[in-house]
C-alpha cells in the first residue's frame, strides 16, 4: 500500500532530494528522487507513529546513496 502524501511531505521530499543531490552529484537528480521515495515508501508502510518519518527518511536515503557510493573492497 502507498503511504498518503500531503503538500507538506512532498515539500519535505523534494527538499531531501535537493540536499541529497547537492551531497552526491554524480548521481541524477531522478535517481536521487528514486532512493528518497523509496525510502519514505518503506518507512510509512511500517510505521505506527509518524512524527519522525522525514528525518527517518533522510536518514535511509542518505545511507543507501553513501553505500553504493562507497568504493568496494
Given at each position: 500500500?502507498?503511504?498518503?502524501?500531503t503538500?507538506?511531505?512532498?515539500?519535505e521530499?523534494?527538499s531531501i532530494?535537493?540536499?541529497?543531490?547537492?551531497?552526491?552529484?554524480e548521481?541524477?537528480?531522478d535517481?536521487?528522487?528514486?532512493?528518497?521515495d523509496?525510502?519514505?515508501?518503506?518507512?510509512?508502510?511500517?510505521?505506527?507513529?509518524?512524527?519522525?518519518?522525514?528525518?527517518?527518511?533522510a536518514?535511509r536515503?542518505?545511507?543507501?546513496l553513501?553505500r553504493?557510493?562507497?568504493?568496494?573492497?
Amino acid at each position: 500500500m502507498e503511504a498518503p502524501r500531503t503538500h507538506l511531505a512532498v515539500d519535505e521530499l523534494d527538499s531531501i532530494t535537493q540536499t541529497l543531490n547537492a551531497k552526491f552529484p554524480e548521481r541524477d537528480r531522478d535517481e536521487v528522487r528514486g532512493v528518497v521515495d523509496e525510502a519514505y515508501q518503506y518507512l510509512a508502510a511500517r510505521a505506527r507513529i509518524v512524527a519522525h518519518l522525514i528525518p527517518l527518511t533522510a536518514h535511509r536515503a542518505r545511507e543507501v546513496l553513501a553505500r553504493a557510493a562507497a568504493p568496494v573492497g
